[in-house]
């Protein structure tokens, strides 16, 4: 018993000392510069889970039992703001999760968004800070359709 008492303490202090997570809110905007339509989604990059930030490989996950559902689409030359209304996205985060905005190039349906890949140039990931702030994305030459992403402050 002597030895279960400092065990106990040590797991308590070990489990009381994990990260906890903060609450964040993003509001984005985002200017299509590029000859093409774009389908843009707002998501995050780690823990914890909510179903507002789910990325489309969530969504499509069976045990998740979650709705699919299709990015916001921009038009060339639009400029659209996540989210949409005029409150902010707010979210659980720990401290090294961020918001990440995905952008794929051209209309994408939801299965188009789950093959798209970075490597391929038809998906671009940017890291956001928290508050508010403006992307702009622009087409990278000399390969047409691949997209870049460039932040104004």
């Given at each position: 018993m002597r030895h279960l008492l400092p065990f106990l303490l040590l797991a308590a202090l070990i489990v009381g000392c994990g990260p906890s997570a903060e609450t964040r809110a993003y509001r984005v905007t985002v200017v299509n510069?590029?000859?093409q339509p774009l389908t843009?989604?707002?998501t995050k990059n780690g823990p914890p889970f909510e179903e507002l930030w789910a990325t489309p490989e969530d969504l499509a996950h069976p045990v998740m039992g979650l709705a699919e559902k299709e990015g916001a689409v921009l038009e060339p030359g639009d400029v659209g703001t996540i989210p949409g209304g005029p409150a902010a996205f707010e979210g659980k985060f720990y401290p090294r999760t961020d918001a990440v905005l995905r952008v794929y190039s051209g209309r994408r349906t939801f299965n188009e968004m789950l093959a798209a890949s970075r490597s391929a140039g038809t998906l671009e990931i940017f890291v956001l800070p928290a508050g508010s702030s403006q992307v702009t994305v622009t087409e990278s030459f000399p390969v047409a359709g691949q997209v870049t992403v460039a932040v104004e402050q």
């Open positions: 510069a590029t000859q843009v989604w707002l």
